[in-house]
């Protein structure tokens, strides 16, 4: 009876989100299970499926997930790591998750709009000066409003890891004015805002699953696509891509997703383990992200990429251009939405 009443207490001492889910008035279900009391965790082997390399920050980050994972639950909770969309891409892979086939995944937010618009505010373009801002906003309230939003879509959201800025790389010339990508096959996310903005800059884009872009740049189906550095360089695009161009034009996050189907039947000790090690491995994911990006940039150089920076008036003026696809969307987001990003973005830069 006594270990019962200090489980209870350890699992009622999580987040509100696992308060939730976990502690509200049914006083804690495990302890009144056949589980035993002891610990309330059980052997369980994890599915966790990304779609970037091992030695991709994403891919070192869920290592460093699977390792706390295991230390915080003494062995017993294993967490099975697939790398480089061995289990699919972004979209497929949610999927599994809302089914119940896969337990984690770590999409960039982008092609979850289809199911969730309001995360198509992280979809528009120059929003960022930095990773530090980007970090405050989607740690802080706005951020986690939107997580509220995926347990209605059998999914669980524990946070949000870094993707990063994203930079354009093609194999025909250097873009460095916005008149430049006239006419470039680029390859986008699954996504209307960046469909749309590639768009009205006279490019021609074509929505594509990030596992099937490498193919499609060697055999020239495009011309271009645009990703973080060290994606770029993890994936090797320099290998089919001549040129880079520094447009850092939008801040990209990962979300880090379980199934809810998994989630609910979890022990809140359970939980509250795989919620600390997403947080604590997100920490180190994002440091090394940064680290990388600005390593990769040499790297990319040295692999014979050309590279290029755009100059802050060229900058003004593809936003400019941009800027009634950011109308539209924001209207059909909603536009307190949109003012509530752009204050939580003037909280963050003070
Ligand atoms: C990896 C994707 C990718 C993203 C993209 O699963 O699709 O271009 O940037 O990194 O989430």
Known sequence: MKKWMKHVVISCTVPALLLLAGCGGGGGSSATSSQPAASGIQER???????????????????????????????KLKVQPYYSAQLGDDKKMTEALQAGMQEITIPSTSPLVGM??????????????????AHAVLDGPLGQKLLEKLPAHNLIGLGYWENGFRNLTNSKHPVAKAEDFKGLKIRTMQNQVHLE???????????MAFSEVFSALESKTVDG??????????????EVQGYLSVTKHVYTPFVFLVSKKFWDKLSPEEQKILQEAAV??????????????????????????????????????????????????????????????YAEVEKARK
């Open 225 to 238: 696509q645009e990703n973080p550095l060290a994606t770029i360089k993890s994936n090797k695009f320099n």
């Open 116 to 133: 969730i618009k309001e995360y198509g505010i992280f979809d528009f373009p120059f929003v960022f000066n930095d990773e530090k801002e």
């Open 197 to 207: 903005a590639f768009q009205v800059l006279g490019a021609n884009p074509t929505p």
């Open 280 to 341: 604590e491995a997100g920490t180190y994911q994002r440091e090394l992200n940064i680290a990388e990006n600005k390593k990769a940039l040499d790297d990319l150089k040295a692999a014979g990429m050309q590279v290029n920076e755009v100059t802050k008036e060229e900058m003004a003026k593809m936003q400019e251009i941009i800027k009634p696809v950011i109308d539209k969307f924001s209207k059909e987001i909603g536009e307190d939405l949109v003012k509530e990003l």
């Open 45 to 75: 082997t994890i599915k966790a499926g990304i779609g970037l390399n091992e030695d991709h920050p994403e891919g070192q980050g869920l290592k460093k997930f699977a390792e706390l994972v295991s230390q915080k639950s003494g062995g």
